[in-house]
């Protein structure tokens, strides 16, 4: 059953799909009249672990049950215990963590760094980025109607590159650049990942000028590309690095983490969140990266992204011109228009995403998704396609 009504109370901001779920597990969710759909859009890539897993929703519960929440005013040990987590499953010299609410914020702070480091005002980003709606992130972000925003706020707007020209990043860098910002796998532009010479480059220009390299791993990060940080798959590690989405498997947290060598510059009062590093936010984060080693799913995530891009390329060039992405972040470049395809799955009881590219089918189902589940899915790309 397929219905779209939106609570009038909501402002009408949001292109909602007609599905209307009261209850997950796993992969899937069930609706409110028990007709269970296969989700592999994973909730815009936040249900890491697979909807509502046992261990998730064990760990908030006890969590809720000791200590529902205190501002930043007092240090927590559980705190401490996710931003030490953290720094081990991230790659050195990524030492120092700062917990926020949202990808958003998280890049926020990660550009305030920046600006307050070096004395700089400018950013250098990457043509097809998406890094948020708040006022600097929007400075960087691509697309007009997102840039307008910054203008209004009289911040500079970030010089745009290319996103597969390293020669014009390097051009483009100088003394007057603060910071470096990209994601090293473009999420809304369809999962398009970067060339690893362009990261290369960044992080060249980087140091040679003394700007800041920034990866936003919002979408791309906790494991959903080939490792941990996509960083550590592309061999390329930036001064600051954000993370969101999937890391309290749909809780809102995120995380910055920096190097000693930035962090030695900072000092009390320089960051702050009232609500960042809650402590229910924060055990919902350990035990999703307990759920990530001990089900082994960042290996799931590249054994099934991998039979997802064969089994669509397999469709053949008719149906599927190409496949981008890494892990479970997938983007189907298809001979059919996105929308279309995503709609006709509908009906297959099938959730999967569209990106601003109008070609581009994107998937990021949870990093749970099974094989079987994969199978279902493929199954039904050829006969929609």
Partial sequence: ???????????????????????GEGSWLIDEAGQRWLDAYGGHAVAATGHCH???VAAIRAQAESLLFYSTALPLPIREQLATALIAHSPKPLTKVFLVNSGAEANENALHLARKLTGRQLFVSIEGGWHGRTAATLAVTDGEKYMAGARRAGLPLSKKVPWNDPAALLSTVDEQT?????EPVQGLQGARDLPVELLVAARK?????????????VQCGV????????AE???????LLTLAKGLASGLPISALLTTDAVSAHIKSG?????FGGGPVPCAAALATLAVLDEEHLIENANSVGEFLRRGALSLGPDKVVAVQGRGLL????????????QTELLHHHIIVGTSSDPQVLRLMPPLSFSQAEAERLLQALAEVL
């Fill in 233 to 239: 798959s592309f061999g390329v590690i930036p001064d």
């Fill in 1 to 23: 059953m397929l219905t779209g009504a939106t609570e009038s109370a909501l402002l009408p901001v949001y292109a909602q799909l007609p599905v209307r779920p009261v209850r």
């Fill in 178 to 182: 603060a910071g470096v910002i990209l």
């Fill in 330 to 341: 997938l983007g189907l470049r298809l001979r059919k228009p996105a929308v279309a395809v």
């Fill in 54 to 56: 046992p261990k998730v």
């Fill in 223 to 230: 494991g959903r590309c080939g490792a941990f940080t996509a």
């Fill in 270 to 274: 320089d960051l702050g969140s009232t």
């Fill in 205 to 217: 220009a980087c140091d040679r000028t003394g700007a800041l390299l920034i990866f936003d791993e």
